[in-house]
Each structure stands twice: as C-alpha cells, then as structure tokens.
C-alpha cells in the first residue's frame, strides 16, 4: 500500500509545525479534508502559511485587498509554501465617525486579533501575512502575531492618492473641515457636495499621516513590515511586487525559523515611537505600541513613547499639521529616506526586519528625490519637538497624550465646557455654544465608558472649519490622526471608572502646562468625590458588552488580555528583548 507520508513527518519540525495536523495514518481524516481543499501529496511536505485578509466592499481602505492577495499566494507558492485564506473584519473609522458606530472601532481591533489567532492556530499553521488597510487592522495584525509568536509580517495596502478640486489636491481632512465650516455658514450645500465628492478617488486608506499610514511606517520601522512595502499607494503597479515580495519572504522566515518577537523588541518598539513623532503621526499610535507590547510581554508603556517624542523632532511636513500626504512621501523616499535620517542623527539603533536584512542596511539604499520638500533633518526640523507628549496632573493620574504636531502652544488655561458624550459637545460647536478661549471636556467616551473610546474627529475638524483656533479640546476618548490643535485625549483613569475627569464642572478653570506635563483644575476634586453620585453608563450588550468587561485602561493600551508584569515574561522572551 503506498503511504502518503513518511515516519519523519509523525512529528511536527520546528519549521512546519502543520505537520501536527498533516503527517501520519491518524490524520488522514484531516488529509481528507485538504484534499478536498485543493492539497495533494505534494503539497502535505510545504509549510502551510495563511493569508489573513481585511478585505471589505465597504471601504477604500480594504476594498482593493482581494486583489492584493493574488500576488501574496503568488508569491508563497513560487517560494515553496500553500497559501490558505481567511478573512476577517473591518469596522471603519471614517465611516462611522461621530455616530455610534465608532464605538465598534477600537473593539474591532481585539476581534481582528483574536480571529487571526482562532484561524492560525485552530489549523495550526506554519506562519502568516495579514493584509490590512484601515486603522485598527494595522495593530491588530501586529498583535496577533506578537501573541502567537510565529513566522509572520503584515502586509498593508497602501494610502489613496489625493483627490482635487480644480489644482488643490485635497483629502478627507479637507471633509471634516468643511463640515464645520457648513454648520458655520461660509460654503453652502454645494460647496460641500464638491469637496464631498472630489476627496476620495479610489482605493486607499486616508491620505495623511494619519493613524492608518503612521502604523504602516511604525511597522515597517519595526521590522515586522517589508521596508518599502506598505509606502506603494495602493493603485500604484508597484503594489503587485511587493505582494509577491511578501509571499516569498514568508517562507523564508519559516525556513529560518524566524518568529514574530524576534522583530517585536523593547528596542524595535522605540524605534517605532521615534518613526511616529517624526513622522508627526498619529497620537492613537501610543495605544497600538503599547498593545502590541503587551501581546509580546515587552516592558514598553507611555512614557517610553514619551521619550522617543522628547528625543525626536518632527521631520516630515505631512499632514494633518503639515503640507503633504503619503503618496508625497512616497515620491520623496518614503520610510527609507526617513529612516536614514533618523539613523543618521543616532534616533533609532539597528535592529533585524523581516526581509532578511537589518533596518539599517534597508535605510542604506534611500533614494531622495531631486529637490523633495516632504522630509527634511533632524539638523533643521519641520519641529523642534516631537510630535506629541505624554502628561499628567490633577485629571489625569494615569497620564494623558497631547498632539503637539501643526502648533506651537505651550500653555493653554480657560474654563470648561463639559460634556458627557460626543454627540453633546459636536452639536454646541456647531450652534456656537462653545469657542474660543473655552477648554472643551468630553467624558464618558473611555473604553469603558463608550464602551469603544470613539475618536473625536468630528468635534474637532468642526471646531476648525468654524474658524475656533483659541480652544483646547479633553477627553477620555481618543482622536483621529487626521485631528490637530491643542487637544489631549486617553485621559486616564477615565470617567467611566471613576477618573477626576468625572468630578469636573462647567466654569471650572483648567491649565494645560506641556513643559511642566501637567494638566490640572482649580478645584477641590476630593471634596466633591464624597458627594459624586456617577450617572448610569450607556447601555452595551453582546460584544460591547463583553468589552466592557475586560478592557483595561488607556495608559495599558486599552488590551482584553492580561497584562504579566516583566518578572512574569518568559526567559526566552526576556533574553531575545535585552539583546
């Protein structure tokens, strides 16, 4: 009888652990299935690698990314492996900001990460590339892989190109603006059909570096995304090479036995801090590092983040402060060039990524473009400082992340105006109850309190297409990479759980001091905690609810796992950080 297997497959190599579910007589029900599945004899002896797609119909962010894993299973059968698909979900951001539906967004990025794990280790497979495109795709693969600890790198789709009205190259931000500036009466019904309209011309996540395209680059900066990779704008021809590019580098990493902490580091991850404030990227970025840290049990919190802001200034005139968008930096020399600069001025430290080559021999083959006005040095900033700050004080114990990118405040001090959700505070800007001078308080939005901790987007792109600029914005929630001005957010502890935040009245007088990181309120908070009586929390069920259950706070990363202190971190895992 001819066995379709041989006696040293009965157990699974450290190089193909699908074995486990492929090799011996008491597999051959398994076998069966694959078979079914379009396996054959051959095929049993390959690693067996998943491509994990976010694709969606619902979005320019994903709706391109079916046609992105053509060239990813290219790429692993050329290299020697079988690709199996899956999917997962997508909840997006724009779509859903400023209505309930945002409080789906940060929980999605638990479901993503718990699916890809259900996938890749129900089936036991022998590594994976997540193909992700809007925001909370992007950390959640990162996630996923620092949990299971396998051969894996994540793929993303890349930006939209500008829209235009007439020869103004424009974006979603330039939507929200206008937005504001409708409610405020300057442009009538017309006006924001054309900007509407023109924003966005195809598939794409948003255009600035906002929080999808800055966690493109932080991955990338920390080896777990192919250098150059993710910054080809998704239309562009390039994008189908870099899809094989992927698939064939998967394969190779499972044949050198090459796991996704070896990229995930305490070193790598402040890397990807100091890519983020010079990038003058998203504030979201602070939860997503610390996330990804957490999955991996690398000590790495907001104050790390923190510091890499203190040490890197902003070299890249991107918005939402700056002038450009992706494609721009692309053109100019993408992540490359940044990281030359960065390695160059001693901000970053070598570390492996996951093309086989180390961050600094990628950095190495830079091209600038004649003449680029996108990235400048760290000799001659875009901003002295970095792109954000991590601060603390009366209302906020646990620390809050203020946006530091597209202004220069320092200082801002004024009464507040409070609100207990998003909704509120949106229809007073837009019928003038708030503006200048006032520091608007939006609580309740945590992610317990959402539950989610919705972006704020909205409030703030209103506040500047009214022509607010003398506010200061705080909240529980978070923002959106393409918000800017003075505003602070993951404010922690939160309202939901008791956070001083809660105690908070209107007229009270608040200071934001970013020198001294300190964010207080001229009142007797402990006083009025004995008398605080906490209004009811919106109600959640399902999924929601379950959230609600586990999340932890802000400052932690807002994760659904537990959190090990370093003493509980795994010897191997502890050695491969300090190396």
Same mark, same amino acid.
């Given at each position: ?5 041989t006696? %040293?497959d009965?157990?699974p ?10 090799a011996?007589?008491s597999?051959? $029900? ?6 079914a ?5 051959a095929d049993f002896?390959?690693p067996m690698?998943?491509?994990?797609n976010t694709w969606s ?7 391109h990314?079916d046609r992105?894993a053509k060239?990813v299973r290219?790429g ?6 079988f690709?199996i698909d899956?999917?997962?979900?997508v909840?997006?951001?724009g779509?859903?900001?400023g209505t ?7 929980i999605s990025? %638990?479901?993503?990460?718990?699916s890809i794990e ?11 590339v997540?193909i992700v495109?809007c925001?909370k ?15 894996g ?5 890349g930006t939209?190109?500008p ?5 103004a190259e ?6 929200f ?11 009538d ?7 509407e ?7 794409g ?7 999808a395209?800055?966690m493109?680059m932080?991955?990338?900066m ?8 993710n910054?080809?704008p998704?239309?562009d ?7 094989e590019?992927?698939?064939r580098?998967i ?5 050198a036995g090459d ?8 070193a790598s991850l402040k890397?990807? $801090?100091?890519?983020?404030s010079?990038?003058g990227g ?5 939860m997503h590092?610390?996330a990804?840290?957490a999955?991996?049990?690398v000590e ?14 902003v ?8 002038r450009f ?14 990281t030359?600069?960065l390695?160059?001025a001693g901000?970053?430290?070598?570390a492996p990524?996951?093309?086989g080559?180390?961050?600094?021999a990628?950095a190495? %083959? $830079? %091209?600038?473009?004649p003449g680029q006005?996108? /990235?400048t ?13 991590v ?5 906020a114990?646990e ?6 990118a ?8 004024g009464p507040?105006? /409070?609100?207990?959700s ?9 019928d003038g109850s708030?503006?200048?001078g006032?520091?608007?308080?939006? &609580?309740?939005?945590?992610p317990r309190g959402?539950p989610?901790?919705?972006e704020?987007?909205?409030?703030t ?8 600029v003398?506010v200061?914005?705080l909240?529980?929630?978070r923002f ?5 001005g003075f505003v602070?957010?993951h404010?922690s502890?939160?309202?939901a ?7 908070v009245r209107?007229?009270d007088?608040?200071?934001?001091d ?7 309120v001229a ?6 905690r &004995?008398?605080?009586?906490a209004?009811?929390l919106?109600p959640?069920t399902?999924?929601f609810?379950?959230y609600r259950a586990?999340?932890?706070s802000?400052s932690?990363g807002a994760?659904?796992?537990p959190?090990p202190?370093? $003493?509980?971190v ?5 050695a491969?950080?300090?190396a």
């Amino acid at each position: 009888m001819t066995q379709d297997f041989t006696p %040293e497959d009965t157990a699974p190599s450290p190089k193909r652990r699908s074995a486990v579910v492929t090799a011996g007589p008491s597999r051959a $029900a398994a076998r069966s299935y694959l078979r079914a599945a379009g396996m054959d004899d051959a095929d049993f002896q390959k690693p067996m690698v998943a491509v994990v797609n976010t694709w969606s119909s619902v979005t320019p962010c994903n709706m391109h990314l079916d046609r992105l894993a053509k060239d990813v299973r290219a790429g692993i059968i050329a290299a020697g492996g079988f690709p199996i698909d899956f999917n997962t979900i997508v909840v997006t951001d724009g779509i859903s900001m400023g209505t309930p539906g945002m409080k789906a967004s940060l929980i999605s990025r %638990e479901v993503v990460a718990d699916s890809i794990e259900l996938a890749v280790q129900g089936h036991q497979l022998d590594g994976v590339v997540c193909i992700v495109g809007c925001d909370k795709t992007i950390p959640a693969a990162a996630m996923a892989l620092a949990r299971m600890d396998i051969p894996g790198l994540v793929y993303y789709g890349g930006t939209i190109l500008p829209g235009r009205i007439g020869s103004a190259e424009i974006s979603i931000q330039e939507v929200f603006e206008a937005i504001g500036a409708h409610g405020a009466g300057t442009i009538d019904d017309d006006q924001l059909k054309a900007v509407e309209s023109a924003a966005c011309p195809g598939a794409g996540a948003c255009g600035g570096q906002f929080t999808a395209n800055t966690m493109a680059m932080a991955l990338s900066m920390m080896g777990l995304s192919p250098m150059g990779a993710n910054d080809v704008p998704a239309v562009d021809p390039a994008k189908a090479a870099e899809g094989e590019r992927c698939g064939r580098l998967i394969v190779e990493r499972i044949f050198a036995g090459d796991t996704a902490r070896k990229y995930i580091t305490r070193a790598s991850l402040k890397n990807a $801090a100091v890519a983020v404030s010079a990038s003058g990227g998203s504030t979201n970025a602070v939860m997503h590092l610390t996330a990804i840290a957490a999955e991996a049990g690398v000590e790495f919190g907001i104050e790390d983040c923190h510091q890499a802001c203190v040490e890197a200034p902003v070299i890249c005139d991107l918005k939402p402060g700056g002038r450009f968008l992706a494609s721009h930096l692309y053109a100019a020399g993408g992540t490359r060039l940044v990281t030359q600069r960065l390695a160059a001025a001693g901000k970053i430290v070598n570390a492996p990524t996951v093309s086989g080559r180390s961050l600094f021999a990628e950095a190495a %083959e $830079a %091209e600038e473009a004649p003449g680029q006005q996108v /990235v400048t040095t760290v000799e001659a900033p875009v901003m002295a400082r970095g792109s954000y700050a991590v601060i603390h004080g009366d209302l906020a114990p646990e620390g809050a992340i203020i946006k530091l990118a597209g202004h220069a405040i320092d200082r801002f001090e004024g009464p507040a105006c /409070v609100f207990d959700s998003e909704e509120d505070a949106f229809h007073a800007v837009q019928d003038g109850s708030v503006g200048e001078g006032d520091v608007i308080i939006i &609580r309740y939005e945590g992610p317990r309190g959402g539950p989610g901790m919705r972006e704020m987007l909205q409030v703030t792109a209103a506040l500047k297409g009214r022509g607010v600029v003398n506010v200061a914005l705080l909240t529980d929630g978070r923002f959106s990479g393409a918000s800017y001005g003075f505003v602070a957010g993951h404010i922690s502890p939160e309202a939901a759980v008791g956070g001083p935040i809660a105690l908070v009245r209107d007229g009270d007088r608040i200071t934001i001091d970013v020198t001294n990181r300190r964010i207080d309120v001229a009142a007797d908070l402990v006083a009025r905690r &004995r008398d605080h009586v906490a209004p009811p929390l919106s109600p959640a069920t399902g999924v929601f609810a379950k959230y609600r259950a586990s999340v932890a706070s802000a400052s932690q990363g807002a994760v659904t796992i537990p959190n090990p202190p370093p $003493a509980q971190v795994p010897a191997t895992t502890q050695a491969r950080q300090e190396a």
